[in-house]
């Protein structure tokens, strides 16, 4: 049975985001709310509303905001809205930013009332993803976005990566593309664009292969069929259809 963290350290998680030089563990994330942020951005269009779940800190709804979206960070720890608040509440960004404690699975939104989600780093928390898919899709209006990274279930560098550790760590609810196709599906949505990334190992605080030539290859084989044997994660964005 997997062991969910309930709460993080928000200063560690913040570094994530702040670190000049983020190493291995830093970058795996750092990367996929990069990716996210990039997705975002394509599929949306200024002043739209959208909610990004599992916040933190607050960075990744931060820089959507900066983009013209009107973002709403919701969190269920009270120490990472608590930190989102405090790095981000005074920021001028004209109103387009809040933070609110809530529930992943009892989003606090009316039905249609978003036109956007994304979801980083937060899909391993759930043993039942379709409770998280269906609050999704009830929340989004027609057509609306969502933007989700998984970990990727079926990544010979993620088993490899893992006989590394140290000592015990954290494990999470790991994900296979066909089985998130297979599930996003059933709930209504199309699957519009997915593709891998993190191809590399990370050691301590080394990246192996050097991150030059991790993303040289991460950029040559994101989406083809042999990727999901490589990337550690992926990235899925997805539209509601009713």
């Not at 960075?59 to 979206?69: G, I, P, S, T």
């Not at 519009?192 to 080394?206: A, D, R, T």
């Amino acid at each position: 049975m997997s062991q969910f963290r309930e709460t993080f350290d928000p200063k560690e998680w913040s570094a994530v985001y702040d670190s000049e030089e983020p190493h291995g563990a830093q970058f795996v994330f750092r990367h996929g709310s990069a990716l996210a942020a990039e997705a975002c951005l394509r599929w949306s269009h200024s002043g739209e509303r959208w909610v990004d779940v599992g916040c933190g800190t607050g960075h990744l709804a931060a820089a959507l905001a900066r983009k013209e979206l009107r973002v709403t960070g919701l969190d269920h720890d009270p120490g990472m809205i608590d930190a989102a608040r405090e790095s981000f509440g005074a920021v001028p960004l004209s109103g387009r930013l809040r933070f609110l404690l809530g529930n992943a699975k009892a989003l606090p939104f009316s039905e249609g009332a978003v036109d956007g989600l994304v979801a980083t780093s937060v899909m391993g928390c759930f043993t039942d993803p379709d409770a998280f898919y269906r609050e999704a899709f009830r929340i989004l209006r027609k057509e609306g976005m969502a933007i989700l990274t998984f970990t990727n279930r079926s990544s010979i560098l993620l088993k490899i990566n893992g006989r590394f550790r140290s000592c015990a760590a954290d494990t999470y609810h790991l994900y296979s593309f066909p089985e998130v196709l297979t599930g996003l599906r059933k709930i209504g949505f199309e699957v519009l664009e997915w593709s891998y990334y993190n191809f590399f190992l990370n050691i301590g605080k080394w990246i192996i292969p050097p991150l030059p030539l991790s993303l040289i290859v991460e950029r040559l084989g994101r989406s083809t069929r042999s990727s999901r044997y490589l990337g550690r994660n992926f990235l899925v964005v997805v539209r509601k259809m009713a």
